[in-house]
C-alpha cells in the first residue's frame, strides 16, 4: 500500500489506546508502519526493472520485522534521553518504558507486510528463508476509501480527546471498521475467484481478480489463456490493465527467455517478480514485455522490459 496508507493504520492504532502504553509509543507506531519501505532506497543504485526482485522483499521478512523495530526502538530511547538532557523533554510525554516502546515499533512493523500483502503487486513474506510471492488480491494499493475512514475515525478520535471525553474508543471503532472494510473485498475477491476463476469458463490457465481504483467492488478480470496471451476485463481478450481497454498491442510468443536473464540483469528482474508476463511488439519489430497486472506503454521503465535483440513472432 502507499505511505500515507501505512501511516494512518500507525495512527489509528495509537488512537485506539495504544499511544497510553509508553512516552513515543505514537510515532514508534507510525514510523515502524512505514519502516520496512526503507528498501525503497535502491531506487538509487538500481536501474530500470532490477528494483521490481528487490523491493518487499528482505524488509519485509521475519528477520527484518524483528530488528528495524528494535533499532527504532534504540532511537526513540536515544532521542528522548537526549531531550531529557538538554531540558527540552516535553512535560506532559509518558514515562519511557522500552519494552512497551518496542512492542509499539513492532506492531507498527508488522502492519506493513499485512497491509501489503492486500494487493496484486505481491510480497515476499518469508524472506530470506524463502522468496516464494503471496498476493492478497483485496485492495488497489491507492484506496480513497480506506483513507476516508481512518482519517475520520483518527479526526473524532483527537477531538475527543482535546475536551477529555473518552478517545480511544473512536481509534478501536476505526480499527473494527478497517478490517470490517478488508473483509468484504476479500469477500468481493473470493467471489470473482469462485465465479471467473479457473472452474469457469473459459477454463484459463491462470486468473486474477484484481481490484481497481475508486469502484471497490469492481474487480478486473485477468486470466492467461495458455498460448502466452492474457486478457482482461470481460474475456475480449482486448484490455490489459485498468484504463486500457482499447488496446490493440500486438501479442507476441513468449519464449523461454530464462536462459538469457542470466546475461540481462533487468529482464531477469522482471521475470522473478512477474506474475502475469506477456510480450508485445514494439515499433521496430522487436520484443516489449510487460506484466498484465500493470500494462502501462506509457511507464516502460518502470514494470516493462524492452529486448531489442529479439524479433516478435506474432500470436494470432
Excluded at 148 to 167: C, H, Q, Y
Excluded at 209 to 218: G, I, L
Excluded at 298 to 313: G, K
Aim: hydrophobic share 45%; charged share 20%; glycine share 10%.
Amino acid at each position: 500500500m502507499d505511505n500515507l496508507t501505512h501511516s494512518l493504520v500507525g495512527a489509528v492504532l495509537g488512537q485506539a489506546g495504544l499511544k497510553k502504553t509508553t512516552g513515543l509509543a505514537m510515532p514508534a507506531l507510525i514510523i515502524g508502519a512505514n519502516l520496512p519501505d526503507v528498501d525503497a532506497a535502491c531506487l538509487f543504485w538500481l536501474e530500470g526493472t532490477e528494483h521490481l526482485a528487490f523491493r518487499r522483499g528482505i524488509t519485509h521478512g521475519p528477520p527484518a520485522l524483528v530488528l528495524l523495530p528494535l533499532v527504532l526502538a534504540g532511537i526513540l530511547w536515544t532521542f528522548d534521553r537526549w531531550q531529557t538532557k538538554r531540558g527540552t523533554r516535553p512535560e506532559g510525554r509518558l514515562p519511557m518504558r522500552f519494552g512497551w516502546l518496542y512492542a509499539m515499533a513492532f506492531i507498527g512493523c508488522l502492519s506493513h507486510p499485512f497491509f501489503d500483502w492486500l494487493n496484486v503487486y505481491g510480497i515476499r513474506l518469508l524472506e530470506p528463508f524463502s522468496s516464494e510471492w503471496f498476493y492478497g488480491d483485496t485492495l488497489f494499493i491507492i484506496d480513497p476509501w480506506l483513507w476516508a475512514m481512518l482519517i475520520a475515525a483518527i479526526w473524532v478520535s483527537r477531538r475527543r480527546e482535546k475536551t477529555g471525553a473518552d478517545w480511544s474508543r473512536a481509534g478501536r471503532l476505526g480499527v473494527a471498521a478497517m478490517l470490517a472494510y478488508i473483509g468484504v473485498n476479500g469477500a468481493i475477491t473470493w467471489l470473482n475467484y469462485e465465479t471467473r476463476g479457473t472452474r469457469t469458463e473459459p477454463y484459463p490457465l491462470a486468473h486474477i481478480a484484481a481490484p481497481v481504483p475508486f469502484e471497490f467492488w469492481r474487480r478486473e478480470q485477468i486470466a492467461e489463456l495458455g498460448d502466452g496471451r492474457w486478457i482482461s476485463s470481460d474475456w475480449d481478450g482486448a484490455a490489459f490493465g485498468y484504463g486500457y481497454a482499447n488496446s490493440k498491442a500486438v501479442q507476441c510468443k513468449v519464449r523461454p527467455f530464462t536462459e538469457a536473464s542470466g546475461d540481462n540483469s533487468r529482464l531477469g528482474a522482471f521475470l522473478f517478480w512477474s506474475r502475469a508476463p506477456f510480450a508485445t511488439r514494439a515499433d521496430d519489430g522487436s520484443v516489449i514485455l510487460y506484466d498484465a497486472r500493470s500494462y502501462d506503454p506509457l511507464s516502460r521503465d518502470r514494470f516493462s522490459v524492452a529486448l531489442p535483440d529479439v524479433r516478435c513472432e506474432e500470436l494470432p
